[in-house]
């Protein structure tokens, strides 16, 4: 009887509980904004690397940062929740957006991945082609607006 009365308040709390943690779409939206604000400031700090500003000495964390980063992205999209700055052809033509951010998780990987088994001047070799953002957020960012 005890087991019962235990899975029944089990059932009612899970069900009481579970509509709260449903994250609403402007969760969503902020998840997504945070996922690429993070590659945005890594990509920035490795840009200051290779301008020779600030050191390199933690460079290969930075690029171990974007690869992880970069990995999580396509999935921050997945909920198809229109909004923040995505246009709406991020949802309408899905397979080119879902390639593009494979294509963009797979090159910092493998950037990562040579820093690791290279070295650093070997990784940074690869910045330019690893995050070349421009196109796609040519086509799938609405454009900021100014100050």
């Not at 933690?58 to 929740?81: C, E, F, Q, R």
Request: charged share 25%; net charge positive.
């Amino acid at each position: 009887m005890k087991t019962a009365l235990r899975a029944l308040c089990a059932s009612i709390t899970l069900l009481c509980v579970a509509p709260a943690v449903r994250a609403d779409d402007k969760d969503v939206i902020e998840y997504r904004q945070h996922i690429m604000k993070t590659l945005n400031e890594q990509a920035a700090v490795v840009g200051q690397i290779l301008s020779g500003a600030v050191p390199d000495d933690n460079v290969i964390s930075h690029l171990d940062a974007l690869a992880l980063t970069a990995s999580t992205a396509l999935k921050a999209y997945t909920p198809k929740v229109p909004g923040g700055e995505a246009k709406p052809e991020v949802w309408s033509n899905w397979p080119d957006f879902s390639k593009r951010m494979n294509e963009f998780a797979k090159m910092t990987a493998d950037m990562a991945k040579t820093a690791h088994e290279q070295g650093k001047d070997a990784a940074l070799a690869k910045v330019v082609d690893a995050l070349s953002c421009k196109d796609c957020h040519d086509t799938y960012r609405k454009e900021k607006a100014k100050k």
